[in-house]
T-cell receptor, first 113, second 110 residues
């Protein structure tokens, strides 16, 4: 049982390049989330999904797209990376209950030059 | 009504002393209040949580209290140790996904 995993761990992009971050969970969780973490800003929600085939916007969705084609995977895409997207990205998941524990992945450190 | 205010942003205590971090919120729908600990370079990890039908919960040196009327909840760490040094985040959830406070950097001085 690996929990929540993220690929890649580190990435450096040039402005304008695109990339996809992959999150996978093996806990059969319905809900999955993408956060970004910047110094002094805490964890801000980018997009989330309440089930396979569904996505919704969070607090800071601009410049990102997501897809949830399979229940265990949640992809975060940057179509045209900008330096403001330099951050640490965390994926998380939890099961259906509103009081259920949310588990985080190990994070992806992205630098956009 | 979505924000969680967390104070203080930094906290230094002597080893063995207690540490208290407080969070406030404004909406009435929130019913779940977890606390996460994040060590440098690591992922946030749940250390304790409380649901709205409970006023206090303890787990060894860690306790959380919830005042639903005043809409605030607090993390209490007793007999602090150097390994308690980390960033702590409060969060709340009700009808929307978890909303996090901006974090408290706790330093325990030996």
């Amino acid at each position: 049982n690996a929990g929540v995993t993220q690929t890649p761990k580190f990435r450096v992009l040039k402005t304008g390049q695109s990339m996809t971050l992959l999150c996978a969970q093996d806990m059969n969780h319905e809900y999955m989330y993408w956060y970004r973490q910047d110094p002094g800003m805490g964890l801000r929600l980018i997009h989330y999904s309440v089930g396979e085939g569904t996505t919704a916007k969070g607090e800071v969705p601009d410049g990102y797209n997501v897809s949830r084609l399979k229940k265990q995977n949640f992809l975060l895409g940057l179509e045209s990376a900008a330096p403001s997207q330099t951050s640490v990205y965390f994926c998380a998941s939890n099961s259906l209950g509103s009081t259920d524990t949310q588990y985080f992945g190990p994070g992806t450190r992205l630098t956009v030059l | 009504g979505e924000n969680v205010e967390q104070h203080p942003s930094t906290l230094s205590v002597q080893e063995g002393d207690s540490a208290v971090i407080k969070c406030t919120y404004s909406d009435s729908a929130s019913n779940y209040f977890p606390w996460y600990k994040q060590e440098l370079g690591k992922r946030p990890q749940l250390i304790i949580d409380i649901r709205s039908n409970v006023g206090e919960k303890k787990d060894q040196r860690i306790a959380v209290t919830l005042n639903k009327t005043a809409k605030h909840f607090s993390l209490h760490i007793t007999e602090t140790q150097p390994e308690d040094s980390a960033v702590y985040f409060c969060a709340k959830r009700g009808n929307t996904p978890l909303v996090f406070g901006k974090g408290t950097r706790l330093s325990v001085i030996a």
